[in-house]
């Protein structure tokens, strides 16, 4: 979603918000702006609908040595993406970068009488309302930014630069991410550290609540309420070359077949295969609290959701009594749900960001319930916020499509339902087929992407041409097909839906038809047989079927068949969704589509 960059130093600073910017691209955006301003407060300003290369082109005719600026790329919530949408905006002496939602905005703009609007957005409606407390640079600007955000009801991450003070970027955070960079002589801003990645490894997380005044040499936080806050410095873990391409054409395609050392990574120190025992240092559970949890409830977004899904048929496997719930969280923040005791809720989320997944987070807290997070970003606010978590260390995730952060959070939450299981007294012969098998994993999806890329490549040019896709599996395979469906569709535009294959019959199948495909997931096992009549109705009303099968044996007449040759038993439809991943990349790649930024899509959704 939208994005902020800041910089006040002894550089360019044109040169680190353009290329801040650019980093911040895989967000998901629709136009771009920067202000820089000189020494004696005059202001650079430029805006573009569209890519940061259309911001570029703008840029060769304005080039400027200015030392401080704010960028921003926006993703259209108020307002249609133009120019005049995009930020930075302007109020008398003032230029602001937002990010998130005003939700008072209409309230706030009837009061502001004075100022002519030259957007449909609510940002401006905020940098308005700053700037009547400022008043043309008569008042210290963070004072006005305190006073107009006491008013404001929604979310922000703000950064504000004054032509009157062209030494200082003030800042603020309420429900969307801020970091400041510490450099020598330069301080930096960004609403997501990869922005700052290669300027410095040192970095605060701005909390909800504070406001900073930053200067070159100087970070001073306060918050709203005008006590001071001691900043804690933490180191930016994320490396330059975990955010490039890396020799592939997409970022989709490298993290796709990043997997075995994302899982791998995931697993440091957290398996002993030989004795079958998991250890998580992250839950902060004590036995006692492992054994009295009764109930789990997995919350989480999109691809964060079926990871909660697909662990929670595992964890039911071998955990007894113990009832699952998994939840998406746009749903279950509004619900009155009500949550039994000796409950533990986990929280699933990629960016650690995201919007409705945090409001849950905050719902399920005020019930007194302890909270878990599975999150890969480090120092994102739910990784904040959550009781106690395990981080996936899936390593930075570029693309829109969520891949390998799905297969860390599954094999995460898999591993924290063995840690209940273990403190419940399960014997370990029951557990040590899944730890044997988790540890085997990375190998075995190396094993997968190389022997059937080309296959699945092959495969995707022939279905191209469809615009409709049904994707079936039952049992474990099931939310696999849901994550199959979502990957397609988001990336290729493809309308592509998953059902359980026992649902057919109730509905879809009347669907089937010569515009449609059908993707089966058949991994061997006690539905097996099941799965594969449901296949056979398929075929009797004429339907195309790719079947994904760990059946060497396979003979069914289908149109495609791709075949996963794996030892595994347990965790073949974790080898099953690589497929659908090289599935939806290769298919939108002969489409011609942009694969790493879907249209009207953000990576981290950070308002509701
Ligand atoms: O960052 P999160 O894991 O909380 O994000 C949740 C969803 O927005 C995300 O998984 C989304 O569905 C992806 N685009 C799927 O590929």
Same mark, same amino acid.
């Given at each position: 979603?939208? =994005? &902020? /960059?800041?910089?006040?130093? #002894?550089?360019? !600073?044109?040169?680190?918000?353009?290329?801040?910017?650019?980093?911040?691209?895989?967000?998901?955006?629709?136009?771009? =702006? &920067? /202000?820089?301003?000189?020494? #004696?407060?005059? !202001?650079?300003l430029i805006r573009a609908k569209g890519k940061i290369t259309d911001l570029e082109r703008k840029l060769v005719e304005n080039k400027k040595e200015d030392t401080i600026g704010i960028g921003h790329t926006r993703w259209a919530t108020h307002g249609e993406p133009s120019e005049a949408n995009a930020h930075p905006h302007q109020a008398g002496p003032?230029?602001?970068?937002?990010?998130?939602?005003?939700?008072?905005?209409?309230?706030?703009?009837?009061?502001?009488?004075?100022?002519?609007?030259?957007?449909d957005t609510d940002s401006e409606v905020l940098v308005a309302l700053i700037n009547s407390f400022y008043k043309d640079g008569k008042y210290p600007l963070v004072n006005a930014v305190v006073q107009a955000l006491k008013l404001v009801q929604g979310t922000y991450g703000i950064a504000v630069v004054s032509v009157k003070n062209p030494d200082e970027i003030v800042v603020a955070r309420s429900g969307s991410p801020l970091v400041i960079g510490v450099g020598h002589d330069e301080t930096l801003i960004a609403s997501d550290a990869s922005a700052l990645v290669g300027h410095t490894k040192q970095a605060i997380y701005l909390n909800d609540g504070e406001v900073a005044v930053v200067k070159k040499n100087s970070i001073e936080i306060k918050t709203l309420n005008a006590e001071p806050v001691s900043a804690k410095v933490e180191e930016i873990e994320t490396n330059l070359s975990a955010i490039q391409k890396g020799g592939y054409d997409h970022f989709l395609l490298k993290e796709i077949m990043e997997q075995p050392d994302s899982l791998t990574e995931t697993l440091r120190g957290r398996v002993d295969a030989e004795n079958g025992i998991v250890s998580l240092g992250g839950p902060g559970l004590s036995e006692k609290e492992l054994r009295s949890i009764q109930h789990l409830i997995i919350v989480g977004c999109g691809t964060a959701y079926h990871a909660g899904m697909l662990a929670a048929y595992y964890?039911?496997?071998?955990?007894?009594?113990?009832?699952?719930?998994?939840?998406i969280a746009s749903e279950y923040r509004y619900r009155q749900a009500y949550i039994p005791k000796n409950s533990v809720a986990i929280i699933v989320s990629q960016s650690g960001e995201t919007a409705d997944t945090l409001a849950c987070l905050r719902e399920i807290k005020k019930q007194g319930v302890k909270t878990i997070g599975i999150v890969n970003v480090i120092g994102s606010t739910i990784a904040r916020e959550v009781d106690g978590g395990t981080y996936v260390h899936a390593g930075p995730e570029i693309s829109v499509a969520s891949t390998k952060a799905f297969t860390s959070q599954v094999i995460a939450m898999v591993m924290f339902g063995i840690t209940?299981?273990?403190?419940?007294?399960?014997?370990?012969s029951i557990l040590k087929p899944?730890?044997?098998?988790?540890?085997?994993?990375?190998?075995?999806?190396?094993?997968?992407?190389?022997?059937?890329?080309d296959d699945v490549k092959k495969i995707a040019g022939k279905y191209k041409k469809y615009d409709h896709a049904i994707y079936l599996g039952r049992d474990t395979a099931y939310p696999?097909?849901?994550?199959?469906?979502?990957?397609?569709?988001?990336?290729?535009?493809?309308?592509?839906?998953?059902?359980?294959?026992?649902?057919?019959?109730?509905?879809?199948?009347?669907?089937?038809?010569?515009?449609?495909f059908e993707t089966a997931f058949l991994p061997k096992g006690m539905l097996y047989e099941k799965a594969i009549s449901n296949v056979q109705e398929v075929l009797a009303r004429g339907g195309h079927?790719?079947?994904?099968?760990?059946?060497?044996k396979f003979d069914l007449k289908v149109d495609d068949v791709i075949r996963i040759n794996t030892s595994l038993e347990l965790f073949v439809p974790i080898l099953m969704n690589l497929i659908s991943q090289l599935f939806a990349y290769y298919v939108t790649v002969a489409k011609g589509y942009n694969v790493d930024q879907p249209r009207n899509l953000a990576k981290s959704v950070t308002v509701e």
């Open positions: 979603m939208c =994005g &902020i /960059v800041g910089y006040v130093g #002894e550089s360019k !600073a044109q040169d680190f918000l353009v290329s801040g910017l650019k980093r911040l691209e895989y967000r998901g955006y629709d136009s771009a =702006g &920067i /202000v820089t301003v000189a020494p #004696e407060g005059e !202001a650079t003032l230029y602001m970068v937002h990010n998130g939602i005003i939700e008072n905005c209409k309230e706030l703009k009837k009061a502001l009488k004075g100022h002519e609007f030259k957007s964890i039911e496997q071998f955990t007894p009594e113990i009832t699952i719930e998994t939840v209940i299981a273990q403190a419940k007294g399960v014997r370990t899944y730890v044997e098998e988790i540890a085997k994993l990375p190998g075995e999806i190396k094993q997968v992407l190389a022997s059937s890329a696999t097909a849901m994550e199959g469906a979502l990957k397609l569709k988001e990336v290729s535009y493809t309308d592509a839906n998953a059902y359980a294959f026992g649902e057919l019959k109730h509905g879809p199948l009347a669907l089937v038809d010569d515009r449609f079927v790719i079947a994904v099968t760990n059946n060497q």
